[in-house]
């Protein structure tokens, strides 16, 4: 079973391994995105065969990085990643999940977000995102407020005049959330202005204060995680150890660059008395 798991492990941490992975999820996609064509004939039956190739091709991998786990396979689920591949891969196989099913569908479409994981840069942004939800679920809140404030404010305001936008206060957020865009702006403007040149007022404060200030907030939270997630990436390669020598890799790697900085310094000055040497040399001979 250790010479399973040891040569499963290293299937899995080689390189041609993620990149056989990484372009069988391309090809799933592609054959995704060809069966939203209608009438392909002679082509369905091939690519239905590809279809359940697919399956065969995630169900080995699985397989395989469960069993580079050895005696303790239950260590796989404790990666998200792991759990989230796990899970997509073993839906398609959920009895009553066939033919043309919409939610086969979502699953088959899950396989695509698959690339996250062997890209370290997704993984970043994903994992910002993940952090980032309480801070936006405030934002949303303090959103909500805002549009319904000034939803009010609206149907006050137009009510009589404008029904179909401001009739409700329903139909007053929607057209304040529409207006998030800026997009109707101008016409809203035109409309008030119609009305009273005091609406202009209300406008303006709506767009400082949504498509601006809670704009900036966002960002302001997405970014904060964002550092946050490459601190703790960053934390984690620290801590890896995986040649067992009690230094963590990431300063093996550091002082094995500094080592060598080092050494190229003492070949550059060697190299500098050598010829320094060979000059005082050959101009004695000179003489």
């Given at each position: 079973?250790?010479?399973?798991?040891?040569?499963?492990?290293?299937?899995?941490?080689?390189?041609?391994?993620?990149?056989?992975?990484?372009i069988?999820?391309?090809?799933?996609?592609?054959?995704?995105?060809?069966?939203?064509?209608?009438?392909?004939?002679?082509?369905?039956?091939?690519?239905?065969?590809?279809?359940?190739?697919?399956?065969?091709?995630?169900?080995?991998?699985?397989?395989?990085?469960?069993?580079?786990?050895?005696?303790?396979?239950?260590?796989f689920?404790?990666?998200?990643?792991?759990?989230?591949?796990?899970?997509?891969?073993?839906?398609?196989?959920?009895?009553?999940?066939?033919?043309?099913?919409?939610?086969l569908?979502?699953?088959?479409?899950?396989?695509?977000?698959?690339?996250?994981?062997?890209?370290?840069?997704?993984r970043?942004?994903?994992?910002?995102?993940?952090?980032?939800?309480?801070?936006?679920?405030?934002?949303l809140?303090?959103?909500?407020?805002?549009?319904?404030?000034?939803?009010?404010?609206?149907?006050?305001?137009?009510?009589?005049?404008?029904?179909?936008?401001?009739?409700?206060i329903?139909?007053?957020?929607?057209?304040?959330?529409?207006?998030?865009?800026?997009?109707?702006?101008?016409?809203?403007?035109?409309?008030?202005?119609?009305?009273?040149?005091?609406?202009?007022?209300?406008?303006?404060?709506?767009?400082?204060?949504?498509?601006?200030?809670?704009?900036?907030?966002l960002?302001?939270?997405?970014?904060?995680?964002?550092?946050?997630?490459?601190r703790?990436?960053?934390?984690?390669?620290?801590?890896?150890?995986?040649?067992?020598?009690?230094?963590?890799?990431?300063?093996?790697?550091?002082?094995?660059?500094?080592?060598?900085?080092?050494?190229?310094?003492?070949?550059?000055?060697?190299?500098?008395?050598?010829?320094i040497?060979?000059?005082?040399?050959?101009?004695?001979?000179?003489?």
């Amino acid at each position: 079973m250790s010479r399973v798991a040891a040569r499963c492990a290293r299937i899995v941490e080689s390189r041609p391994f993620d990149a056989v992975i990484v372009i069988i999820i391309g090809a799933n996609a592609v054959v995704l995105g060809l069966e939203t064509y209608e009438h392909l004939g002679a082509a369905t039956p091939l690519l239905r065969g590809l279809e359940w190739s697919f399956r065969a091709v995630f169900v080995a991998e699985i397989a395989v990085r469960i069993l580079a786990y050895g005696r303790r396979p239950q260590d796989f689920f404790r990666h998200g990643w792991n759990v989230f591949d796990f899970i997509v891969i073993a839906a398609a196989f959920i009895p009553g999940l066939h033919g043309e099913s919409p939610i086969l569908r979502i699953v088959r479409i899950a396989r695509v977000l698959r690339l996250v994981r062997f890209s370290p840069g997704l993984r970043t942004i994903v994992a910002a995102l993940w952090r980032s939800l309480p801070g936006v679920g405030g934002f949303l809140a303090l959103a909500m407020v805002t549009l319904y404030v000034y939803g009010m404010a609206g149907w006050l305001i137009f009510e009589e005049t404008y029904p179909e936008q401001y009739g409700t206060i329903g139909r007053a957020v929607l057209t304040l959330f529409v207006l998030l865009s800026l997009e109707n702006l101008p016409e809203l403007i035109e409309q008030g202005m119609a009305l009273s040149p005091w609406t202009l007022v209300y406008y303006v404060s709506y767009v400082l204060i949504t498509a601006n200030l809670l704009l900036n907030i966002l960002i302001a939270v997405i970014v904060n995680s964002m550092e946050e997630a490459r601190r703790l990436e960053m934390t984690e390669r620290m801590a890896s150890d995986e040649d067992g020598d009690g230094v963590p890799d990431e300063l093996d790697r550091i002082a094995i660059s500094q080592r060598l900085d080092d050494l190229r310094t003492v070949v550059a000055e060697l190299e500098r008395e050598l010829r320094i040497n060979r000059d005082v040399t050959e101009r004695s001979r000179d003489d």
